[in-house]
């Protein structure tokens, strides 16, 4: 697949004084591998400002925080966490694919990028969400507004690349700033912007509390929940996604006339402030489904899918006996139970009656049906 060939688009570079515009770009007479593709986008994104940190330009996740970087100077944080992430995954593509010296030059550019946000990322309880082009920070505890971010403090554990005793104090802060049990939402960002001097795009265009600023925006609550997973923090993990669910807002007339949406999609939106508190907003038309789908299977169930092998490593309360999953791998069935035994019994993984010593369960398109049993050692 990656020597697969695939032509370019052409469009004329944005100008100067352009932020952006529209048009339909042309095919290029050009091409190369998706391989290629890969490379040349990562490259691309291999530019730093003053603080070792990737550009932000016109927003990076956040697209609402348009003004950050648009003079191409600012710096996000966040996406030096994310940049470590494709930098680390990458680098095992570019060695199979037999690039050695690219796979040496992303582990170069992801320690570097490391010990960057490390340096200049941290703001003495959280991680800081970005620097202005004028090198103000935003995301920091000085700041009027905005002081602290979720999607970074999440990406810290998420990307593995944060320093582990740092990136808990993160998710500490997270929990106590941004998650508020009481209205069962997860905010994006708190305070919102609104009266100060900041002004990091179109995002202070929207109302206090309403979607990225200072809203619920469930994609990052996801991503919340899916870093608690990875600390292991079962408790938590799970108390985000019963909030997240949007059945969890509908359970009486009073909640429906509350969330005011369907309460059997994902809404992108739930809104945090006076009053509007617990309104749900942009159904039908949100990534943070696919997401939820992946917290629920694979950070809190625990399948992963290793080519052709599958890991369940579950996080699940204490208080789970046991489970089931039915994964059909092509034309195959695979009857998996997964106990968490209170005996103090030693994992396992068993396919068929047969003990798999690698605790990994090998996906075979027999078009039979198999039967496995996994045990989980009780945290």
Not at 255 to 273: F, H, K, N, S
């Amino acid at each position: 697949m990656l020597d697969e060939s695939i032509p370019f688009v052409e469009g004329r570079p944005v100008k100067a004084d352009e932020d952006s515009y529209y048009d339909l770009p042309d095919r290029s007479e050009d091409s190369a591998t998706l391989y290629e593709h890969c490379v040349r986008a990562i490259n691309r994104g291999l530019r730093f400002g003053e603080h070792g940190l990737p550009l932000m330009g016109s927003g990076d996740w956040n697209d609402g925080m348009n003004r950050v970087g648009e003079h191409g100077k600012g710096e996000s944080v966040w996406l030096g966490f994310f940049l470590y992430e494709v930098l680390m995954r990458f680098t095992e593509v570019a060695r199979v694919y037999g690039d050695v010296s690219f796979a040496e030059r992303c582990e170069r550019e992801a320690d570097q990028v490391r010990q960057n946000i490390e340096q200049n990322g941290w703001d003495r309880e959280w991680y800081l969400r970005a620097y202005f082009d004028d090198g103000t920070p935003l995301g920091s505890a000085s700041n009027p507004e905005c002081q602290i971010d979720s999607i970074v403090q999440s990406w810290s554990v998420l990307s593995g690349a944060a320093d582990a005793g740092r990136s808990r104090m993160a998710m500490e802060a997270l929990d106590q700033r941004l998650v508020h049990r009481d209205q069962a939402l997860i905010q994006l960002l708190d305070p919102p912007f609104d009266k100060s001097d900041l002004n990091p795009g179109y995002i202070k265009g929207y109302v206090p509390g309403v979607r990225e600023n200072g809203g619920q925006y469930t994609h990052a609550a996801i991503w919340a929940a899916m870093a608690f997973a990875k600390l292991g923090d079962s408790r938590r993990a799970w108390e985000l996604l019963a909030m997240i669910n949007p059945l969890n807002h509908a359970q009486s007339p009073e909640e429906i006339a509350t969330y005011r949406v369907e309460p059997y999609v994902v809404a992108a939106d739930v809104y945090a402030l006076s009053p509007h508190i617990g309104r749900g907003g942009w159904t039908w038309y949100t990534g943070s489904a696919g997401w939820m789908y992946r917290l629920i299977l694979e950070s809190l169930l625990g399948l992963t899918l290793e080519k052709n092998k599958l890991r369940i490593a579950p996080c699940i309360p204490a208080d789970w006996e046991t489970f089931k999953v039915h994964y059909r791998y092509r034309e195959t069935i695979y009857h998996i139970t997964v106990l968490q035994p209170s005996d103090g019994s030693v994992a396992s993984v068993k396919v068929d009656g047969v003990k798999q010593h690698d605790k990994t369960i090998l996906l075979v398109d027999d078009r039979h049906e198999h039967s496995v049993e996994v045990r989980i050692v009780n945290a």
